[in-house]
């Protein structure tokens, strides 16, 4: 995270030309990426004045009212040089940091879905979610640009907007985007982000720079790993959607949890098994052969963990190997 006094005024006029471009039709996006992935400090920028801009949509006429009456109150002061809102970078500079009260105080949504069916959520900025069983997002703001992933898994379709840039908080890590669908997983221990269209960044305190994740791609973040990108098949991110859970080289216990999420069972994977991994799609039913199925396909066994304790299922290689 960039502190806010290391944006300088040089960094909010570069920002503020680049808003003012990407609405003409012919925008240069490939330009606006580079200048984007060139310096963390100019996403913080482009989005301060992203936040400027919505906040005085907001409250334009309170907005208009303190800027008539500062100019009213410059006019009667002679040699001082008037200001026009919107007229410079220090203008917004201003808005930033001396006008707290005009910002909407932060609110925070929680949406979940129950174990047996999936939600659709449709946001502020034209953002759908759907929610896989068992899954729970928190939603901060009015203008909705801060979503924590709290458990389960989410398919997210963005609209582009070069205003306004969506985060999905996973932990300690960031998922950022200004336009595009992906797909948020999480399980024990890590946390996958699949894109179908557009491309997203990943970025945390611990990490160097970002981890640009396009169309056709996945990142999976385990505890104690390094970042992992790897191809997939983009139309079959978020098959769940369809009844069908479809993977490519996922962690087992990724595939685990998901299973224990539409199953309702607790599975646990033996340790024998920690760097096991499967591609291949399971159809989803009611949820009851999931398991079953895979261990089926990977020749595996799945045990009761405790007797006459059918809530804990312990998948094993088969016959002990």
Known sequence: MTAQSDIDEGLIEQALHWQTTLESDDADWNGYM????????????????????????????????????????????????MWLWGSSAAAALALVVGMPMLRAPETAMTYASDAEASRSVS????????????????????????????????????KHDPSRSLTVEVGHYRITDIGTHFSVNISDGGFRVAVSEGAVA?????????????????????????????????????????????YSNAPLSLVAA???????????????????HFSGTLVI?????????????????????????????????????
Do not use: C
Request: hydrophobic share 40%.
């Open 123 to 158: 946001l502020a900025g034209g953002t759908a979610i759907t929610l896989s069983p068992a899954s729970r997002i928190v939603v901060h703001g009015k203008d909705a640009r801060r979503i924590e992933m709290n458990s389960g898994e989410a398919y997210f379709a963005v």
């Open 34 to 81: 580079v200048w984007l992935e060139a310096d963390p400090r100019h996403r913080d920028a482009f989005d301060a004045v992203a936040l400027v801009a919505a906040t005085v949509d907001e409250h334009k006429d309170a907005v208009r009212a303190l800027s008539e009456a500062h100019v009213a109150a410059e006019a009667r002061r002679p040699g001082r040089r």
């Open 202 to 246: 990943v970025s945390s305190d611990s990490t160097e720079g970002e981890v640009k994740v396009t169309a056709g791609h996945q990142l999976m973040a385990r505890q104690g790993e390094e970042l992992a990108l790897s191809p997939v098949v983009a139309a079959e991110i978020g098959s769940w959607r369809q009844g069908r859970l479809s």
């Open 285 to 321: 039913g009611d949820g009851s052969r999931l398991l079953a199925d895979l261990a089926a396909v990977m020749d595996l066994s799945v045990h009761a963990e405790h007797a006459g304790n059918g809530d804990t299922l312990r998948l094993g290689r088969a016959g002990g190997r």
């Open 258 to 276: 998901d299973i224990s999420r539409y199953s309702g069972k607790r599975i646990i994977v033996d340790p024998a098994l920690e760097a096991g």
